[in-house]
């Protein structure tokens, strides 16, 4: 099966942690994708830049297994929850699982939210580029949001080892970085969760349960 899983980290070495997450999936299928990394304006509360990457796995394990090991993977890096969409060493979302249409407490797929984020649409595309999702390609939901928060800071390979500095892009001096309009802004500008449950015609598999 299919799944697309988007990284997120703010605190600590984010780099390690994404690398480490990508390293953790391994474990767990084959990696058939990697997008470049992308530094990005935090939606939710005030909090630092995110950097966030998507990675496309084929794997056997069932999604809720997969879940699993997403929150494996947060917890080894550190990962304690407290407040929601608040700052985290380690975010591991499951955005895509084989076109299966889940609303459970635990599991909801495909991710309620990832169509309205510019900081997992950017990297799903690099690694998923004809893509449809809620009934539209993901290009499509691109478009719809505002083009600002996101900035690629490094290639598809970042995760292979340490290489260069991961990001040219800096927090604004002083607290210009806590305005939630920037992140937030994305969100108003798309009809959210409930559009990302419509079945999707063209995708392989999608509608299955
Ligand atoms: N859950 C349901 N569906 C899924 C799914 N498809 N994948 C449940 C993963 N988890 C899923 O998640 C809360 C609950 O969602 C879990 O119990 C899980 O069973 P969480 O990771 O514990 O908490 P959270 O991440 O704070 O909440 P949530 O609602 O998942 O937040 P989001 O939507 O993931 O947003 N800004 C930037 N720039 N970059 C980011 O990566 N991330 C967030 C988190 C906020 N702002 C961000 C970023
Ligand atoms: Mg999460």
């Known amino acids: 099966m299919r799944a697309y899983l988007s990284l997120g980290a703010n605190l600590g070495d984010r780099r390690a942690a994404l690398a480490a997450a990508v390293a953790g999936l391994a474990a767990v299928g084959r990696i058939t994708g990697v997008s470049s ?14 950097l966030n990457a998507v990675v496309a796995l084929d794997t056997s394990i069932g999604p809720r297994d997969l879940l699993e090991t997403c929150r494996r993977l947060e917890a080894e890096q550190g990962r304690r929850r407290t407040v929601r969409w608040g700052p985290r060493p380690l975010d591991v979302d499951i955005l895509w699982y084989d076109g299966l249409r ?3 407490p635990d599991l909801t797929l495909p991710h309620p939210r990832a169509l ?12 998923w580029p004809e893509g449809q999702v809620g009934g539209r390609p993901l290009r499509w939901w691109l478009v719809q949001l505002r083009p600002t928060g996101v900035s690629r800071c490094a290639g598809a ?5 340490p290489g260069p500095a991961t990001s040219s892009a800096r927090p604004p001096a002083g607290d210009a970085w806590r305005g939630r ?4 802004a994305d969100e108003r500008l798309v009809p959210r969760a409930e559009a990302v449950g419509r079945p999707v015609p063209t995708t ?6």
């Open 181 to 184: 309009d920037r992140g937030e």
């Open 157 to 161: 390979d970042w995760w292979r080892g």
């Open 116 to 127: 309205g984020r510019r900081f997992v649409l950017e990297p799903w595309l690099e690694v």
């Open 37 to 50: 990394l992308f530094e990005t304006v935090p939606v939710g509360p005030p909090q630092p830049l995110y």
């Open 102 to 104: 889940w609303s459970r």
């Open 204 to 209: 392989a598999g999608v509608g299955r349960r």
